[in-house]
């Protein structure tokens, strides 16, 4: 198969040629590989692959299985495979490796996948961006200068890179949204519990995070989630396998009301400040849904920035803290010892001394503001707003500074700590994490689903998403509109993108 053949086509297309008898299983797995071989060198999206492995589970795929010898990418984070290292972007858990796969990898594996390999994300998916101290940085393939976002960020680069046509992703508070948004991709955030994560987890970050995938298609999106969709025996999510996904994409939805906000309430208490091609962008894809014949009306969500950040960064803080406890465990290091970034070691120590009361509180700030955009959404049945502050970043501008890391470091003389916090170091460290990306938490703390449209590209040749969320369990609803928007705006024209140029200075954007 030609590479030019193989990056032309999505999953479902490469299936389709494959179940018609116009390309082997075979053939479309060797130019997975070659391009990941020839390409990622560059690109640094992928931080192992397992070819031989995967050529082996190939030859058991039931050829009836809707994506039949399609190659994939899962995620260096939660995505276990029995015996294979996990390392979640950290030096720490460079050599671990898991006991047992992950319910969603067993999925994939049913579905037909062929995994290839795991995609490159920061330490334990702290932030917004994928560069990793243990491990190289992805690149974006629109500009190479320029940063593909986090903390799915080698999911994104390898797609939008052309090294698979969907690759697995997780979002905890715009992971999934984020690098889509910054590499030209479609992503869905699926409600909370629609994609299990045991049997390692039950629920990470109180459930906020949600695995699924970023797609240069809107129907693999679809496709995908019908596959991988359901609770599971001993979740805390008991909801039903469900049909349809890709099937609401046979029509476009009935007239929507769409509430469209700049995500003023949201970023303002955080410093945020909108660059402009950002704004066009969501009041093109404004305009655009008018045209369709939905009703668009201004309107702000009914959230408090501020307690929304400090609510999301108390339970992040308190989740790292137990996850550097268990990293303790699988290691037998003790976390004073562990191999973390600066910046992951500062914030633990932060998570140890937080009251449980204020978690508690925390959590329950979560529900009402749930409750509140369910009656939001009984007024409107969409909210389109950004996904970030501003297209895709320089890399290393969102890293914390030598002087930044030397500073958090003085957490670790005793009782600092404690202090910070009653010192008011939360709202702090909210403003420095979330000022670019402050849009994309509501979806997280609610549960509800949101997708990243990549409806925009500036005349400096980088593109940007537009967010749009729904309603709890309103995927069908939103995969068709976002069906809609793609057949009438041609974006897949955009993609894929060619393969990233030797030259990191090279391309228009820089």
């Known amino acids: 198969m030609e590479p030019r053949d193989y990056r032309a086509r999505d999953a479902l297309g490469l299936a389709e040629l494959i179940r018609r008898g116009e390309v082997s299983r075979g053939e479309v797995f060797a130019a997975a590989c070659r391009a990941i071989e020839a390409d990622d060198p560059g690109l640094g999206a992928v931080v192992r692959t397992r070819f031989e492995r995967a050529a082996d589970e190939g030859a058991r795929v039931d050829p009836a299985a809707p994506f039949a010898g399609v190659p994939t990418l899962t995620k260096d984070l939660l995505m276990a495979i029995a015996g294979e290292p996990l390392a979640s972007g950290s030096a720490a858990l460079r050599d671990w490796r898991p006991a047992e796969d992950a319910s969603l990898v067993t999925r994939l594996r049913a579905a037909g996948f062929a995994i290839l390999g795991q995609t490159a994300t920061p330490e334990l998916g702290l932030m917004g961006i994928t560069e990793p101290r243990a491990f190289p940085h992805p690149l974006n393939p629109w500009c190479p200068a ?201 914030i633990g120590r932060l998570g140890r001394h937080l009251p449980a009361r204020d978690y508690e509180l925390a959590k329950r700030h979560w529900n009402r503001v749930a409750r509140d955009m369910a009656a939001f959404h009984r007024r409107f049945d969409l909210l389109l707003m950004p996904v970030a502050a501003t297209p895709a970043p320089q890399r290393g501008a969102l890293y914390p500074s030598r002087a930044r890391e030397r500073l958090m470091g003085l957490l670790a003389i005793p009782g600092v700590s404690r202090l910070a916090l009653r010192a008011g170091a939360l709202p702090r460290l909210a403003a420095d994490a979330l000022r670019m990306t402050p849009f994309t938490q509501l979806a997280n703390l609610t549960g509800q689903p949101a997708m990243s449209l990549p409806l925009h590209v500036t005349p400096d040749g980088l593109p940007v998403g537009v967010q749009a969320l729904g309603p709890m369990g309103d995927e069908r609803r939103l995969l068709a509109l976002a069906a809609q928007l793609e057949a009438e705006s041609d974006w897949g024209r955009h993609l894929p993108r060619s393969p990233t140029a030797d030259d990191e200075t090279s391309g228009k954007a820089g």
């Open 146 to 346: 320029r940063s593909p976002g986090g903390s799915s960020g080698g999911a994104a680069a390898a797609v939008a890179g052309g090294l698979v046509p969907l690759a697995m992703a997780g979002d905890g508070g715009g992971s999934i949204r984020i690098p889509a948004s910054h590499c030209g991709l479609f992503g869905l955030k699926p409600s909370r519990g629609r994609v299990p994560l045991g049997p390692q987890h039950a629920e990470v970050w109180q459930g906020a995070v949600v695995e699924h995938a970023l797609t240069r298609s809107v129907r693999d999106s679809a496709a995908l989630l019908d596959a991988i969709n359901g609770g599971e025996a001993g979740g805390p999510w008991p909801l039903p396998r469900e049909t349809g996904f890709l099937a609401a994409l046979e029509r476009p939805p009935a007239s929507l009301r769409v509430a469209v906000s700049l995500g003023e309430p949201l970023g303002a208490a955080l410093g945020t400040r909108l660059d402009p091609e950002v704004r066009r962008a969501v009041e093109e894809a404004a305009a655009l849904l008018e045209h369709l014949g939905h009703h668009v009306e201004w309107a702000e969500p009914p959230v408090d920035g501020a307690a929304l950040a400090d609510s999301y960064l108390t339970l992040y803080l308190g989740h790292l803290a137990a996850d550097l406890a268990w990293m303790s465990e699988q290691t037998g290091v003790s976390v004073a010892r562990l191999d973390i970034e600066p910046s992951t070691r500062a």
